[in-house]
Structure formats: C-alpha cells, structure tokens
C-alpha cells in the first residue's frame, strides 16, 4: 500500500502502554528522567527489551524547554546502541505512532517504541503556542492559545451547537470520571452547577472548561502479527489510523466543526462498527462537541472514561495516551470496539483517528 | 497634521522584523543537579553506568548506550586530558573572551566522556593534542552551581598522555 493512512493491511497491535503520573510541574527530573521509567515499564509490561524493537520514533518540542536538541538527548532514555533506525516528530506522539504504524504496514520492521514526553510547566504557554501559528499575520499579534479557543467557542454558541452550560457538564463528567484514573491531575467530583459559577478566564470559557498545565511523558509498543500475540495476551489492534488537517488560516475556517476529523474518520473506518468508547483528545471542553460530531458518534458512545485531557494534557504526550487509554478500555474488557482521537494545534488544527479493536 | 506631512508612496514592505523572546525555568534533573552541586563545592561529579562501567560527567540521568539508570555517583579528578581543540581567532557577538584564546575538549582522569573548557595560561601555538591540564576554580565564596565556577583549564606541567590513552574520545 502506498505509505498513507487507511484501513489496515498487515494487523499491528497495541502491545502494551504506560504513562507517568501526570502532575502540574515536575522540577526534580530531566527529560530523560522522565521518560526513563515510562520507557522500562512499556517494555517490562510485556517483557522484552529495547533490543526487541526494530524503529524508534517519537513526538516532542523543543519549544516547550527552551532546550535545543532535547528531542536527540531524550534519546538516552532508550539506549540507541547498536544504532538502530530513528525518528521525530514535531508533534504529538500519536504522529510519532502513525509513523511508525506506516512503516509497519510497509513490513519494514516488525515493532516499534513510539514515546512522547511534554514539559508544559518551564515556559509561558500562552507565548510559546502562539509561535506556531502562521509568522506573517497571527503570530506578530501574540494571539494566546486560550483567547483562541474562546472565540471557537463563541461561535459554537452562536451557531447554537453548544452552550457554557454543556462545556460545564463535559468538565464536570471529565474530572469525576478521572477520579478513577491514578494517573490523573485533576480529579474531582463538582457539579457543573457549581462550575458556573467561576468567573471568565476569558468569555465564554470559564477555568473549568481549559485543559490544566501537565508534564507527563507516555510510551507505547506496537508489534505486528504474530509478534504481538507472542508479546501479548491480550493484543488490541489498530484496524483503521489516519490522520488530516484544516488550512492554517484561521479566519478561513468554520470553527464550529471538524471536516479534517471527519475525513479521517471516514478513511480510518469509524462507522465500519459500533463504538464502545471514544478517547478524546479536547483541551478545551467545547471541542469535545465539535470533534464528536465531526466523528459521527452518538451518546451511547461513552467519552474518555479516563478523564480525558481535561484531567491531564501533557502537551505532545496527551494524544497519544487517548490512544493507550483507549487500548486500555479493550483490553480491560470496558469495550470491544474504540476509537482514539488526537489532536494538534489551535482550535483542533491537526487531527488524527484511531480505530482499535480486541480480538 | 501639518501641510508638511509626506505624502510621497513609501513603496510595498519588503520586510518585517517581529522580535520574539521566551522565558524558561530550567530543570537539570536529579543527576545533572548534583553536578552542579559538586561544581559548588569545587569538584567534578559523575555518575557510573552500572552496566558498562563508564563513567559520564555530567551525567544526564541515563546510560546513553545501555538505556538503564547512571545511580552511583563518582568524584572525578581536577586533572585530565586535552583529546582536541580549536583556536578561537573570529570575534563574534556576545564574545566574553578576548580572542585570539583556545577552546578544547577536556577528559577529565576517570570519565569516559570528555566537556569543553577553556585552556589559559598558554601561548595558543603551544595547545596540542594530549596535552595534560588542570582546572582553576573561581575563589572559594565565589562557587556557584554553574560552570562558570571552573575559571579555565591550565597546562599541569605533567608530561603528555599517550595517545592510546585517549583516541577512543576524539
């Protein structure tokens, strides 16, 4: 198949998943130190070594440390010795693991770590993020990430898709269902009456429907055939991955939905069957009603039983645990079929979808 | 506005500057930062991979190679080697050095990873590969956790490594 996304033609699993505690700022541990027991857990989960994969890549930015290179330094959590093929992406790591995937369908190599750790704590975030929108006429204006979000939400509002009192209940649902999720930061069970009664960061969105400030780092093994049944008990495969994006201006777009979700969703086979669980990744509580519609699932559906990154969104990292977590929700038995979003950018720029089933 | 106002066509912008600063806290980590403890203290400290046995200063956290947690610690010497070097004879913004001076790669005795230094107290046409040298530290209640700590490197007086000694590191 030509190195696009798609339905899957070689099977390759979720083999195993493992994610740090996710916490509002980590001042004791380097990137390396993060990532070092996340990298040992996904691999002792299923026993095999660094040895037993044939491709490493990973999603991270510098711009969230200042640090130059730290995407080449984060490698010594791995060990690259003998030297094996390697990657990067300055995205998300569930970019990292469509690579990876890709090339796995290719039958280049048999399994592959994918890792992703995000420091969002050293800088300004709301400095840092409006670096990455176009450099000619967005980002000279400095247009933070959170007044962004409100304007998409405002024009929810307005186009009657939504209202502060549903972002509200998704806030609320997300933090109490995180109360299950040990790995969680914010866990608490308050009532989406209580939360409107915060005052605006910025109007319409109040401090309960923004993403919390994360460092977390995640990891997971993907492993092909018979390798990931050999590796794992319970393999959760990948059936259908791809992943489109919106025009990069965003005064071209219609806020209030999602197309680039929606096509992916399409090519990766969403609708081919019933959905148990979607893991969705919506920093803002209102993109969580866009990115739903755009990906065609009703309220059977049940969304991010883990709390989703209202709970914990650990910048470059959050993408990929919806797709561990929603591995997670089969092999736990919680669903049979799931799918997994991630996204990138400002107001869901980037998306990508993941369908994933048990055997 | 007055009569005098130019009202000349400036012609089309064919550039814009959009200046852009960040602000980071910095997070050395549990190994890196007792590094810079040891550099507060006047020493050199490393930390020893328990699997291949070579010892990294500074120390990151992790064996690059092996993968596995660097957990004992490891005093290094306040003498070691030059394995190469360069001559820094091109100003360049925000110099602090006044040219022409010698940047070089110095393996500390018992590290398996060498770190730049300055080399002073020498004339530049006498820096040469092998040569041994000794760290000067700032005084005393001037140690900080930084580098900075470390004035310069100085030739020890001690004669020239064997280059067996050191062409794993170049």
Redesign the interface.
Known sequence: MSAGGGRTVRPVAVASFAQSQNVRR????????ML?PV?AEVFGNIGIT?DDVDFICSGSTD?L???PFSFV?A???????PPRAESHVEMDGAWALYEAWVLLQEGEIDAALVYAFG?S????LN??LS?QLD??YL??LWPDPVSLAALQARALIDAGKGSEADFAAIASRSRRDAMSNPKAQVAKDIPPATLLEEDYVVAPLRRHALPPITDGAAAIVLAAGDKAGLWSKSPVWITGLDHRMETHSLGARDLTSSPSTTRAAEVAGVADGPVDVAEIHAPFAHQEIIVKQALGLDDTVTVNPSGGPLAANPLMSAGLIRIGEAAASISSGRAKRAVAHATSGPCLQQNLVCVLEGE | MTDETVTEPLGPVTTLATPIRLDFEFTPGVAQSRFLRGLEQGKFMGQRCPKCGKVYVPSRGSCPTDGVPTTEDVELANVGTVTTYCVVNVPFAGQSIEIPYICAQVLLDGANLSFMGLIQEIPTDEIRMGMRVEAVWVEREELKPSLASVRYFRPSGEPDADYETFKEYL
């Open positions: 980590d001042d004791e541990h380097n990137e390396v130190e070092m990298v660094k711009y440390i200042g640090g330094t490698l010594d959590a791995v060990g690259v010795w420091r704590s050293p800088g300004n400095e840092i670096l450099p000619y980002a000279p």
